[in-house]
């Protein structure tokens, strides 16, 4: 919990955080500190606490606010950066450097675009116009870096019997706005809701109304809006029926595992087994009379790291069928090429 206090506040020194509740019984209304030793002991009790900067005798600085009051006002400092990756390497930095020259710096050593690349300090998100100093960063400090969320590629198909006329309406959560869409309609709500007007046809194309473009599919990607919606430890978990890639995460129980060689062949047979044509399992998918919507979620695994995954290296040998179960479809209603059928399939790399 106090890890927890800490990286929320950077800028209190770990020396003289305290954890406090006026809600036990024997507080009387007051607040008093819990120390490490009662911790065990209150915690089943407690709904929530304080966090509080303790004042300690005589006035005495912490000690760590001595050592950063030394390198205040240096020109130069040497901090923590904490990659995506989870590696943390020292880097030695001028305290005048704007955001986007440090974050444009470390993205040569990332392999990402400088536009993908968030920096914090503790929850705060550090802005492209502002420099390190602004943000009271010192000698020692830690900043995390992590990769823009996108959701990418998801491809909307439309099959009907016949050819008729079709409104698609896509709206997202506040914390997404969409980035890049085709065909290129009008985008309202601050890029969060648009319409398609479609006409299918029974070879699988469209011809969107607006601009008379014949299209396969109706093409949409999305960017997290980390400005307003800051990813941090502290963020509310949203309610059990909606999907955010933001929150989402991957674990030992819930994933496969398999060599970066053999994705493509797994990934085409998962497809197909819950339904999708080979074109469809090329791109991304979603439907009316049938309705398959699928999100891939996908994360990078260290080497040393491949022991905590025992579980899911299982998964990777099993039939793929099971995927049909955990997804939830329908494959022979999804095949059905007498009934209306709309397939969505995209995907996000989870960076939690």
């Known amino acids: 919990m106090l890890d927890h206090a800490y ?12 954890l406090r509740t006026n809600k036990l019984d024997t507080c009387d209304g007051r607040y008093v500190d819990i120390t490490p030793e009662i911790w065990d002991k209150v915690i089943e009790w407690l709904e929530t606490a304080q966090v509080a900067r303790r004042t300690l ?8 606010e001595v050592d950063r009051h030394d390198s205040s006002t240096d020109d130069k400092i040497t901090i923590k950066v904490v990659l995506p990756s989870r590696e943390i390497q020292n880097t030695e930095i001028s305290r005048d450097t704007q955001v986007d020259k440090f974050i444009a710096d470390l993205s040569q050593t990332l392999g990402e675009h400088p536009s993908s690349i968030m920096a914090f300090f503790g929850v705060i998100l550090l802005r492209d116009d502002r420099s390190i100093r602004s943000y009271d960063i010192r000698n020692g400090d830690t900043i995390k870096l992590k990769v823009m969320p996108l959701i990418k590629k998801p491809v909307i198909y439309l099959y009907s019997p016949s050819d008729i006329d079709v409104s698609v309406k896509l709206s997202l959560i506040p914390e997404w706005s969409l980035s890049v869409i085709y065909p290129v309609v009008a985008i309202e709500d601050n890029g969060q809701r648009l319409e398609w007007n479609v006409r299918t046809h029974q070879d699988g194309s469209l011809t969107e109304h607006n601009s008379r473009l014949d299209v396969s599919y109706l093409f949409w990607e999305a960017k997290a809006n980390l400005e307003t919606f800051p990813l941090s430890p502290a963020f509310k978990p949203q309610p059990v029926d909606t999907f955010n890639p933001i929150t989402s995460n991957l674990d030992d129980k819930d994933s496969v595992v398999i060599p970066v060689g053999k994705v493509a062949v797994y990934l085409d047979k998962s497809l197909k087994a819950l339904g999708l044509h080979t074109e469809a399992r090329i791109s991304f998918i979603t439907c009316p009379d049938v309705v398959t919507r699928i999100c891939m979620l996908s994360k990078g695994i260290r080497k040393e790291h491949l022991g905590d995954w025992a579980n899911a290296q299982m998964q990777a040998e099993k039939d793929v069928w099971w995927w049909v179960d955990v997804v939830g479809v329908d494959p022979v209603r999804a095949g059905d090429v007498t009934l209306f059928r709309v397939l969505e399939w995209g995907g996000t790399e989870v960076f939690n």
């Open 7 to 18: 990286e929320c506040f950077p800028c209190f020194p770990r020396d003289v955080i305290t």
């Open 57 to 64: 005798p005589d006035g005495q600085p912490a000690l760590s």
